[in-house]
């Protein structure tokens, strides 16, 4: 019964919507298992170029610190997510440690 309850196109189109909708905010699938259905997505840091903010900083007399401080605050470290389905078939979004 259980796995008629995981290859219910109800659930399966859920799990790939939550899959399709975090593949367009940038993640990409670093693991896949089609028989315990799981998926694990990573989004990688974005780096920053300090050595060209801070000339951009010098060139314009301090008016590029405005961009630079922002970009520095926005900056996002390495991201893992788990997507699955359970046992009783829902689906479910779980964060990853990172080492």
Do not use: R
Not at 53 to 67: K, R
Not at 70 to 80: I, M, Q, R, S, V
Request: glycine share 4%; net charge negative.
């Amino acid at each position: 019964m259980k796995n008629e309850q995981l290859s219910s196109p109800i659930i399966i189109d859920s799990f790939s919507e939550k899959l399709s909708n975090k593949i367009q905010a940038g993640f990409k699938i670093s693991e896949y298992n089609a028989k315990l259905p799981y998926v694990v997505l990573t989004k990688e840091q974005k780096s920053i170029n300090h050595t060209l903010h801070l000339q951009l900083f010098c060139i314009t007399f301090g008016i590029w610190s405005v961009v630079w401080i922002y970009l520095t605050l926005t900056h996002t470290p390495k991201k893992e997510i788990l997507i699955a389905i359970d046992e009783d078939g829902n689906v479910f979004e779980e964060k990853c440690l990172l080492n």
